[in-house]
C-alpha cells in the first residue's frame, strides 16, 4: 500500500509544514560522511532551488554532509548561477564545472569522482525528486549493510506517453535481462556506499543500469529498493526524450555481457567458435567421405558453408583469446575518465578541492 506522504509537496527553504517519511526503525545509525551528488544541464531556473531544497532537507542531519553539483558544460548561466548561490550558503556546496556536455553519466561520473563521503547520494537536478527522503534512503543503507538502496517513484509525475509507458516497458525489459528486482532503475534517487560504487565507472548512457553494474562486484543480497516522493517538473524542460532509446538498448546490451562474462569473455566467444568449428568439420567431413565415394563435392553449397563456418569458428576462438587479454589490461590498468574538468573542483569560496584537506573543511556538521 503506497505511503500517503510520498504526495506531499517539494520542501522549500521556509517550508517547514510538510513532514518526511517516518522513520519507524530506531536502530541508530552508524557514523558516516554523506556526500550528494547532482548532475545539471541547463538548469539555470532551479540552480538555487536546488541548494536551498538539499540545504533545507539536511539542516539538521546529524552527520557531516556535502552537496557535489555538476554543471554539465551548461550554456545557460547554470554553473554560474550555482557558484553564485553556493558561496552563500557555505562550503559544504561544491560545484564542479565541465568543460562541455559530456552528457548526464559522464557528470554523474565526475560528482562520485569529486565526492568525499562513504556515503554517496545521487539525484536528479530538475527537483523531481525530494532531497527529503535522503535521510531514509542513507539510514536504511547503513542499518541494513547494503551497498545500494534505489528509489521507486511509484507515484510518478510525468506524462503518460512520452514518460511512464517508455519507462515502464524500459524497466520491464531491464529486468527480465539483468535478472534484477527493481522496479525503477531510471529513478537518479540512489544510496551507494562509496566503496562499492568506486569499484565500476560509468560511460554511454549507464547511469540508469548502475544497479546491474554492481551486481558484477557485490551480491544482490545487498540491494535494496525504497519507494520516494517524486514531483513534477515546474520549472525548465526535460533534456531527455525517446531519442536516447536505442542508446539504451544498445548500453543494455552491453550491460548483460559484462555481468555474465565480464572476468571470461573468452568462454563466451571460445563456445560460439567451437560450436561453428565443429558443426563445419562434421560438414566437410560428411563431404570428404561423399568425395571418397566418387562424387563431385566442387559444386555443393555445403562445401562453401563449411570452409566458412569453420573460418568464422576460427575468428571467434582467436576474438576469445584477445578478449582475454584486453580483460585483464582492463583490470589491471587505471581506466581514463570520460570527461574533462574546467580546472580543480571549487567550494563555494573557489577553493580548488586538491588545496584543501579532506579532514574536516568543507563540510556541513564539522567545524572549517
Same mark, same amino acid.
Request: with cysteine.
Given at each position: 500500500?503506497?505511503?500517503?506522504?510520498?504526495?506531499?509537496?517539494?520542501?522549500?527553504?521556509?517550508?517547514t509544514?510538510?513532514?518526511?517519511?517516518?522513520?519507524?526503525?530506531?536502530?541508530?545509525?552508524?557514523?558516516?560522511?554523506?556526500?550528494v551528488?547532482?548532475?545539471?544541464?541547463?538548469?539555470?531556473?532551479?540552480?538555487?532551488?536546488?541548494?536551498? =531544497?538539499?540545504?533545507?532537507?539536511?539542516?539538521?542531519?546529524?552527520q557531516?554532509?556535502?552537496?557535489?553539483?555538476?554543471?554539465?558544460?551548461?550554456?545557460?548561466?547554470?554553473?554560474?548561477?550555482?557558484?553564485?548561490?553556493? =558561496?552563500?550558503?557555505?562550503?559544504h556546496?561544491?560545484?564542479?564545472?565541465l568543460?562541455?556536455?559530456?552528457?548526464?553519466?559522464?557528470?554523474?561520473?565526475?560528482?562520485?569522482?569529486?565526492?568525499?563521503?562513504?556515503?554517496?547520494?545521487?539525484?536528479?537536478?530538475?527537483?523531481?525528486?525530494?532531497?527529503?527522503?535522503?535521510?531514509?534512503?542513507?539510514?536504511?543503507?547503513?542499518?541494513?549493510?547494503?551497498?545500494?538502496?534505489?528509489?521507486?517513484?511509484?507515484?510518478?509525475?510525468?506524462? *503518460?506517453?512520452?514518460?511512464?509507458?517508455?519507462?515502464? $516497458?524500459?524497466?520491464?525489459?531491464?529486468?527480465?535481462?539483468t535478472?534484477?528486482?527493481?522496479?525503477? $532503475?531510471?529513478?537518479?534517487?540512489?544510496?551507494?556506499?562509496?566503496?562499492?560504487?568506486?569499484?565500476?565507472?560509468l560511460?554511454?548512457?549507464?547511469?540508469?543500469?548502475?544497479?546491474?553494474?554492481?551486481?558484477?562486484?557485490?551480491?544482490?543480497d545487498?540491494?535494496?529498493?525504497?519507494?520516494?516522493?517524486?514531483?513534477?517538473?515546474?520549472?525548465?524542460?526535460?533534456?531527455?526524450?525517446?531519442?536516447?532509446t536505442?542508446?539504451?538498448?544498445?548500453? $543494455?546490451?552491453?550491460?548483460?555481457? *559484462?555481468?555474465?562474462?565480464?572476468?571470461?569473455?573468452?568462454?563466451?566467444?571460445g563456445?560460439?567458435?567451437?560450436? $561453428?568449428?565443429?558443426?563445419?568439420?562434421?560438414?566437410?567431413?560428411?563431404l570428404?567421405v561423399?568425395?571418397?565415394?566418387?562424387?563431385?563435392?566442387?559444386?555443393?553449397?555445403?562445401?562453401?558453408?563449411? *570452409?566458412?563456418?569453420?573460418?568464422?569458428?576460427?575468428?571467434?576462438?582467436?576474438?576469445?583469446?584477445? =578478449?582475454?587479454l584486453?580483460?585483464?589490461?582492463?583490470?589491471?590498468?587505471?581506466?581514463?575518465?570520460?570527461?574533462?574538468?574546467?580546472?580543480?573542483? =571549487?567550494?563555494?569560496?573557489?577553493?580548488?578541492?586538491?588545496?584543501?584537506?579532506d579532514?574536516?573543511?568543507?563540510?556541513s556538521?564539522?567545524?572549517?
Amino acid at each position: 500500500m503506497t505511503d500517503l506522504s510520498l504526495n506531499t509537496p517539494l520542501a522549500r527553504p521556509d517550508d517547514t509544514a510538510q513532514p518526511a517519511p517516518l522513520d519507524h526503525d530506531s536502530r541508530p545509525v552508524p557514523a558516516h560522511r554523506l556526500s550528494v551528488v547532482v548532475p545539471m544541464y541547463n538548469e539555470v531556473g532551479n540552480a538555487a532551488r536546488l541548494i536551498d =531544497a538539499v540545504q533545507s532537507a539536511l539542516a539538521g542531519y546529524a552527520q557531516p554532509w556535502e552537496l557535489v553539483v555538476v554543471d554539465d558544460g551548461s550554456r545557460d548561466g547554470t554553473g554560474a548561477a550555482l557558484q553564485r548561490h553556493a =558561496a552563500t550558503v557555505g562550503p559544504h556546496i561544491r560545484v564542479v564545472r565541465l568543460a562541455r556536455n559530456f552528457r548526464q553519466t559522464a557528470a554523474m561520473q565526475a560528482g562520485i569522482d569529486a565526492a568525499r563521503g562513504d556515503v554517496i547520494v545521487t539525484m536528479d537536478g530538475d527537483l523531481q525528486n525530494d532531497p527529503r527522503d535522503i535521510p531514509a534512503l542513507v539510514a536504511r543503507l547503513l542499518r541494513e549493510d547494503l551497498d545500494i538502496v534505489a528509489g521507486w517513484r511509484v507515484d510518478r509525475q510525468d506524462g *503518460f506517453w512520452l514518460r511512464k509507458l517508455p519507462s515502464k $516497458l524500459a524497466n520491464r525489459l531491464i529486468r527480465r535481462i539483468t535478472q534484477l528486482p527493481f522496479h525503477d $532503475l531510471g529513478c537518479s534517487l540512489k544510496a551507494f556506499r562509496t566503496s562499492v560504487l568506486r569499484e565500476v565507472r560509468l560511460y554511454g548512457e549507464m547511469h540508469r543500469y548502475i544497479p546491474a553494474w554492481l551486481s558484477t562486484v557485490t551480491s544482490q543480497d545487498r540491494m535494496g529498493e525504497q519507494p520516494v516522493r517524486h514531483h513534477a517538473r515546474t520549472v525548465g524542460t526535460s533534456k531527455y526524450g525517446l531519442s536516447r532509446t536505442l542508446r539504451v538498448v544498445v548500453d $543494455l546490451l552491453a550491460v548483460s555481457f *559484462f555481468q555474465r562474462y565480464a572476468a571470461r569473455p573468452g568462454h563466451f566467444f571460445g563456445v560460439i567458435g567451437l560450436i $561453428l568449428s565443429l558443426g563445419s568439420l562434421a560438414v566437410l567431413g560428411y563431404l570428404a567421405v561423399l568425395k571418397l565415394m566418387g562424387q563431385d563435392v566442387g559444386a555443393r553449397p555445403l562445401l562453401a558453408l563449411g *570452409f566458412s563456418g569453420l573460418l568464422g569458428g576460427l575468428q571467434f576462438l582467436t576474438t576469445g583469446v584477445l =578478449a582475454e587479454l584486453l580483460i585483464r589490461i582492463y583490470y589491471g590498468a587505471r581506466h581514463a575518465s570520460p570527461y574533462v574538468l574546467r580546472g580543480e573542483p =571549487a567550494d563555494a569560496n573557489g577553493t580548488a578541492g586538491a588545496a584543501r584537506s579532506d579532514d574536516a573543511a568543507g563540510w556541513s556538521g564539522l567545524p572549517g
